[in-house]
């Protein structure tokens, strides 16, 4: 289905993949994993057509749904039913379709109205082999299991969050990739999926796992979410950013877990004993090279222990953690940021109203509500990135706002890493943001590599980087922890453990949230301001 021969790949001058030649054939559910920065975002590109390699070949021969971790969306003026139907041009078709009805019913006879009977029988043998109202039937109910119900495929595309769009798009993918070409046939699509979890509920999550398990199409999966891994997978291929290398793995993911731990044991075992024998050779060698007349078996002796060691795969190495400390807060008032009387609405589609917030001096809140009730607007507004229909934002005495945006609105895709740093703290050292920087992984050429190349993970840690570089006293962070592998996520909670002033956090992750160690909860839409309780900890991965 896909092939990519002797693929080389490259952000910058770095080399992430070299000669690997890898395959995904019919049944094939792969999870693509490494580090942060191992390239596991640039393979998936490539692999869909999207980015070029810097050397090698990628051929397929089926159809590809691929949702990249940022998808960005065309005609945000069409509704989400029509989006998730364009996957199979049937949104088309029932346009022309009302339109060709329209003409039978405007012309009374004749030539002209014939001509439209006509068409209209064309345009319905063509939508019934599509699937029909069956196929509408069936991308309603792919909608309702990640969580878009109707009144959410009636609105544009432009009224949705960001999370609502990107389960639109994966929704449209699935709905594409669930039409086998005819009765009882299998799934011809490979599906290429970078993070599909982002925004998803725990029964949606559920949901996806049973979908993915049951496709018969090729499937490549980037997931830091190892329920998923465990559940669907049947190979691994590991990018090893140490060789630059990727590692094939015949096996499901406990297997694979087990295999990597025995390919590990088996080269510290190999290289601990080459090790001993050089060192025993070039202390011979030593010894020997002391006498003339054994000089030269000494330096054969020495050769050898060079070529024993030459020979050994190279170290893996740690993988390295980004070190994440949120800013020790500027001096403020008592109550640096309130609210009053918000509302919003995007045409007639009121999200949320009546919204009041006092953030007071090191206040923990968490804000909470169902997908759509409006929890990113309403960063959005505090931040100032957006303008509420009613009511008003009041900064305090001393506010300073540090804003994380899910999408990573808040960096220049166009910029590079340095720029974006830079366009962050514009008055600090250059030396104090390259240590920083040097703190969350970005080193040497990387630090002119445009942010728009860079993996969801490495986007999360510039953007974390630009709030760090700051001293800000409230932060505003909406779903921090989404693309991040395991040791980084933990650092941005031990960072929330620790940070001293205010912040109100959207997020699906429970552990996020218990590592907040909230005061109080405002849930939406309705505005309503509540002291925490633990009882609200299972809304939050509902919510």
């Known amino acids: 289905m896909i092939t990519a021969t002797d693929l080389e790949l ?37 692999l869909a057509g999207e980015g070029e390699p810097y050397a090698g070949t990628v051929t397929s021969n089926s159809p590809i749904g691929y949702l990249p971790q940022d998808p960005r969306e065309g005609d945000l003026s069409i509704t989400a039913k029509d989006r998730v139907l364009s996957a199979r041009g049937l949104d088309e078709l029932l346009r022309k379709m009302e339109k060709a009805q329209t003409a039978m019913a405007e012309l009374v006879d004749g030539p002209e109205r014939d001509k439209a009977v006509r068409e209209y029988g064309r345009l319905e043998e063509r939508f019934a082999a599509l699937g029909g109202y069956a196929a509408e039937s069936d991308a309603a109910r792919i909608c309702a299991h990640l969580g878009l119900p109707d009144r959410v495929l009636g609105q544009p595309m432009a009224t949705l969050s960001g ?3 990107r389960r639109v798009e994966l929704a449209r993918i699935l709905f594409a990739a669930s039409d086998g070409g005819g009765a009882g046939a299998p799934s011809s699509t490979t599906l290429l999926l970078d993070e599909p979890t982002n925004h998803l509920d725990a029964d949606s999550i559920a949901w996806l796992r049973s979908f993915l398990k049951a496709h018969e199409g090729g499937l490549v999966v980037i997931s ?22 990727v590692d094939v793995y015949n096996l499901d993911w406990k297997r694979y877990l087990e295999a990597r731990a025995t390919d590990e044991k088996r080269r510290r075992r190999e290289r601990a004993n080459a090790e001993k024998k050089a060192a025993a050779l070039h202390a011979q060698a030593a010894k020997m090279g002391a006498k003339a007349t054994k000089a030269v078996a000494a330096k054969n002796m020495a050769r050898r222990a060079d070529q024993l060691l030459a020979s050994l795969e190279p170290e893996r190495q740690k993988d390295k953690v980004a070190r994440i400390r949120f800013p020790d807060p500027a001096p403020c008032g008592r109550t640096p940021l309130t609210a009053e009387g918000l509302s919003k609405a995007f045409g007639s589609l009121e999200v949320f109203s009546g919204v009041d917030l006092a953030v007071d001096r090191g206040a923990k809140v968490v804000v909470l509500g169902l997908n759509g009730a409006g929890k990113t607007t309403l960063l959005r507004i505090l931040a100032g990135v957006e303008t509420p229909d009613t009511g008003r934002v009041v900064p305090g005495h001393g506010l300073r706002i540090g804003y994380f945006a899910q999408e990573h609105d808040t960096l220049d895709m166009d910029a590079t890493v340095w720029e974006n740093i830079r366009h962050a703290a514009p008055d600090a050292p250059e030396q104090q943001l390259r240590t920083l920087l040097g703190s969350f992984m970005f080193a040497g050429d990387q630090l002119q590599q445009p942010a728009g190349t860079l993996s969801g993970g490495e986007r999360t840690r510039l953007a974390l980087a630009g709030l760090v570089s700051s001293s800000a006293n409230v932060l505003l962070l909406d779903e921090p922890t989404n693309n991040l592998d395991p040791a980084s996520r933990e650092q941005v909670l031990d960072a929330l453990r620790r940070f001293e002033g205010a912040v109100v956090l959207v997020t699906h992750d429970a552990g996020a949230v218990e590592a907040l160690r909230p005061d109080k909860v405002i849930v939406l839409p309705d505005g309503t301001e509540d002291l925490w309780s633990d009882d609200y900890l299972e809304l939050v991965q509902l919510a």
């Open 10 to 46: 490259r952000a910058g001058s770095r080399v992430l993949v070299s000669g690997a030649t890898l395959r995904v054939q019919p049944g094939d559910r792969i999870g693509l994993v490494g580090r942060n920065g191992a390239g596991k975002t640039t393979s998936m590109r490539v």
């Open 163 to 165: 999370g609502q769009r």
């Open 224 to 245: 830091h979410d190892t329920d998923l891994l465990e559940a669907v997978v049947n190979k691994v291929w590991f990018l090893d950013a140490t060789r630059a290398e």
